[in-house]
């Protein structure tokens, strides 16, 4: 099933929610998980958010994920800056 591209104005609101899963520390890691790559992938399209991601994706945030996906993230972090 292939899914329809979001319309712009609702990646915004998509992103606001993937946000909120992502502060909600007590939200299982895999929910965390794939709302963070939503928001990097939406921070490769809207390079103005970048800055936001480096504090969301900082220790308070990431301590209770596995080391090998705090690498993931750290790698995508680099790769948008």
Known sequence: ???EP???DTEGYFFDVCTGL???VSKQ???RYY???YML???AKYPDIK???EVLFGEYYTQSLSPSIK???ERKLTQLN
């Open 51 to 53: 800055n936001e991601l």
């Open 41 to 43: 992938t939406m921070a």
């Open 71 to 73: 690498r993931i993230f």
């Open 6 to 8: 979001l319309q712009e």
């Open 1 to 3: 099933m292939k899914m």
């Open 35 to 37: 709302a963070g790559c």
């Open 22 to 24: 992502w502060e909600d």
């Open 29 to 31: 890691p895999a929910v």
